[in-house]
Antibody
């Protein structure tokens, strides 16, 4: 059974930084393309970005709104993908999920990021 | 990239069928067969119900079906059950830097 566990969320001031982690189990993590998707409180889903597997070049893709503020990386030896978020804004507040594959087929339970002064 | 357009709410009685539409553009829904649908119960993570327009992951009931015509995709739930009450989001692959665009979400209510 695929398991994804996000961590690293918390309270941060505007302009601050946070690094989220997502640990995977129950599948061959090194072959998986990993996505980050977020959901603002009471709002819909919004794709943040993706990192492909190492065999597929670890290609990175980001949503337009990221604009260089966020970066995704992976550490296959730890079955973990990261989302480094810098220059955070209040509108970045929300639940951040990691998800696997090209069809976003499995999801973690999310980690909450709150950006407030 | 704008969100795909879904009706805010759809309702039906147990046993009935309902259809949720998802309207995009020729740059997303109209160009790709990578349209998926997610079910999200309150306080829970999304769950993939349909991928590649009309394919069901293992374990998803065959009461859920998907289709697409031009720039509009649709999710049909037949034999509506109380457990189907949830939010539903469509998602399409899109051109440009934003690879995936989600729909605005539809709240399904079982009367």
């Amino acid at each position: 059974e695929v398991q994804l566990v996000e961590s690293g969320g918390g309270l941060v001031k505007p302009g601050g930084s946070l690094r989220l982690s997502c640990a995977g189990a129950g599948f061959i993590f090194s072959n998986a393309w990993m996505n980050w998707v977020r959901q603002a409180p009471g709002k819909g889903l919004e794709w943040v970005g993706r990192i492909k597997s190492k065999p597929d070049g670890e290609t990175l893709d980001y949503a337009a709104f990221v604009k260089g503020r966020f970066s995704i990386s992976r550490e296959d030896s730890k079955n973990t993908v990261y989302l480094q978020m810098n220059s955070l804004k209040t509108e970045d507040t929300g639940l951040y999920y990691c998800s696997t594959g090209i069809d976003l087929d499995s999801w973690g339970q999310g980690t909450l990021v709150t950006v407030t002064s | 990239q704008s969100a795909l357009t879904q009706p805010a709410s759809v309702s039906g009685s147990p046993g009935q069928s309902i259809t949720i539409s998802c309207t995009g553009t020729s740059s997303d829904v109209g160009s790709y067969n990578r349209v998926s649908w997610y079910q999200q119960h309150p306080g829970k993570a999304p769950n993939l119900m349909i991928y590649e327009v009309n394919k069901r992951p293992s374990g998803v009931s065959n009461r859920f079906s998907g289709s697409k015509s031009a720039n509009t995709a649709s999710l049909t739930i037949s034999g509506l059950q109380a457990e189907d009450e949830a939010d539903y989001y469509c998602c399409s692959h899109a051109g440009g830097s934003t690879l995936y665009v989600f729909g605005s979400g539809t709240r399904v209510t079982v009367l």
